[in-house]
């Protein structure tokens, strides 16, 4: 197993929270297409996705493959969507200022593989649980959610200087 340092460890974290976000955006506009429902997840129906004109979403349609397969419950993905912008820019903002003001935590790599790993699943929960866990879902849920702020909470320790 390779060993990555604090920076190239925040690389990565970075660039999976940015695929998966981008992903979950990606998944919601392919279900708004899907149902033709542009107000769920929203504060209002946007007045200019009314006037898309229908060879433009014809082939946003086909590019986004909504011929094949079912639409993901809408909400679900607004939620993940929006919990992933309340939670990781304040993780990576905290591990970018710490490694700009070369306050490196001891097991800082491990921080942040583990709070990758645990928002991961906490998504998967978010957007799967009730059909994949079951009676899990809440459980997976909370924990994997629970894990994720430890880790923040554990390096914003280190930028405060606590202990």
Known sequence: MSTMTFNEALSWAAAVCAVKTTVMHLLQTRSRLIVGDNKTGRITEWVEDAMIPEPLIAAFKLA???????????????????????????????????SLGGAVPADGVDLIKYYVYARLVHNAAFLYGPISFGDLNIPVRAFSYVAAVGCTLLMAKDALGIF
Do not use: S
């Not at 419950?73 to 939620?79: P, T």
């Not at 919990?83 to 903002?93: A, D």
């Open 64 to 98: 986004f493959g909504c011929a094949a397969g079912m639409p993901i419950a809408i909400d679900r993905l607004a939620g993940v969507a929006q919990n992933n912008c309340q939670n990781e820019p304040y993780f990576l903002l905290l591990a970018g200022a710490l």
